[in-house]
């Protein structure tokens, strides 16, 4: 299972979930050392979310290997064998890996 999973949520969300800010929304979880969940919205900072509850994250998700990138929306994501690396076009983003967590 890989450790950490993401969800993309289109702007206007879909039928089964409507972001807080109307999306677009890019939501990582970690399930390693401890389950932690970030979201990224369009603007603003990403929220980090420690105790998340809902623990569904990574069972079929697509891996996206070591040195690969992936874009959807005004999202863009970096693998690294260091962790994953985020960011929205308006600056803001995360960084995820086994080791720590942060956000701007």
Not at 29 to 57: D, F, H, M, W
Request: with cysteine; hydrophobic share 25%; proline share 8%.
């Amino acid at each position: 299972m890989p450790a950490i999973g993401c969800i993309y949520t289109p702007k206007g969300g879909t039928s089964t979930y409507q972001p807080r800010d109307g999306g677009p929304e890019l939501s990582c979880s970690r399930v390693e050392p401890s389950y932690v969940t970030v979201i990224l919205g369009p603007k603003g900072p990403a929220t980090l979310i420690k105790n998340p509850g809902e623990q569904g994250c990574c069972s079929d998700a697509t891996k996206l290997g070591y040195g690969n990138s992936w874009s959807k929306g005004s999202f863009t994501c970096l693998s690294s064998t260091k962790g994953l690396t985020c960011t929205s076009s308006s600056g803001h983003g995360f960084f995820v890996s086994k080791a720590r967590v942060t956000v701007k």
